[in-house]
């Protein structure tokens, strides 16, 4: 076969990269080659399929490049900004923040690196967080990582310190909300405060959609909204109000075939140096008991 469609078949992989067919399934069905079943039968994207070639190549030859999706964090922006700023042009780091799902659908599909994820309290996460990420094709490639666990709560203006001492009190319609969007962790948090007080985000007063911690805190700082759920570090940022609701885990899903490159390396040591410790104090809320301690990997 001369050419090869953009989406392939075992078949058609197996004479791309020369294997036997009945190796392309095992690969596949152990999350090593990147695929996806469709009707019961697995494609393989060709595009990642040369990025995967590439990438098994002498440890890839992206090594020069880290990029960071997921959940936002001002301390992991501050660790990767330091890291930028120390590599200069010799390396290329990055960290978007999209929310916890869409970055692990962003890893899934071979976009970003590592992706930062938070979905519950502290005690729940050993268990929320691999089933979160089981539901994604490329999670036995997959290990998480513990960075650190945080403070999450309802951050308020400063003059409104006094009235979180009853949070239920912002329910009232009369108090402007700025919320998250849906499959980001901080708006399953709110989901679960709201279920436990008997109401829910649709009957919030939300006047602002923020895609991000910092954005969030930014609208309230402004005055542009009045509360917001979110984590303490968000609220010390922007010198704000914050009544602490949850402790959760704030964990790193990478793959195994990247774990060991060096600026993966890099950034899970940058993530309990003394510099690091001193800066998650201004910001307040952090916790680094288990601190790289590998969660969970898929057998």
């Known amino acids: 076969m001369s050419e090869f469609p953009q989406f392939m078949n075992a078949r058609q992989v197996a004479e791309y990269l020369d294997l036997n067919e009945k190796k392309v399934y095992s690969l596949a069905n152990d999350g090593v080659l990147p695929a996806t079943k469709v009707t019961g039968k697995w494609l393989f994207p060709k595009n990642l399929l040369d990025r995967w070639l590439i990438e098994s ?6 090594n020069d490049r880290l990029l960071i999706a997921g959940s936002d964090d001002p301390l992991l ?7 930028a700023a120390a590599l200069g042009s010799t390396a290329l780091v990055g960290y978007t923040a999209t929310g916890t799902k869409q970055g692990l659908a962003m890893l899934e599909k071979g976009h970003v690196d590592i992706c930062a ?3 519950g309290n502290a005690e729940e996460a050993k268990l929320r967080h691999p089933a979160l990420i089981q539901q994604y094709s490329g999670h036995r490639n997959w290990v998480l990582l513990h960075a650190f666990e945080r403070q999450q709560g309802l951050i308020a203006r400063p003059e409104l310190a006094e009235k979180l001492q009853d949070p239920h009190h912002f329910i009232d319609k009369r108090w402007r909300w700025a919320g998250r969007q849906d499959g980001a962790g901080s708006a399953r948090a709110l989901d679960e405060w709201l279920f436990r007080n008997g109401t829910t985000r649709d ?6 959609a923020c895609l991000s911690e910092r954005e969030l805190s930014s609208a ?5 909204a009045d509360i917001g ?7 010390g940022e922007f010198g704000l109000a914050f009544h602490p609701i949850a402790n959760e885990a704030f964990e790193l899903v990478i793959p195994k075939n990247i774990y060991f490159r060096a600026l993966v390396q890099q950034l899970v ?3 309990d140096e003394e510099s ?14 288990n601190t790289g301690k590998q969660m969970w990997a898929s057998e």
């Open 117 to 119: 994820i938070h979905w």
């Open 57 to 62: 190549s002498h440890n890839g030859v992206f």
């Open 203 to 208: 009957q919030l007063n939300t006047v602002e």
């Open 77 to 83: 922006q501050h660790i990767v900004s330091k890291m």
């Open 276 to 289: 690091i410790l001193k800066q998650s104090e201004q910001f307040g809320g952090y916790h680094f008991g």
């Open 229 to 235: 759920f979110g984590s303490q570090s968000g609220a």
């Open 269 to 271: 040591h940058h993530l």
């Open 220 to 224: 309230i700082a402004r005055g542009a």
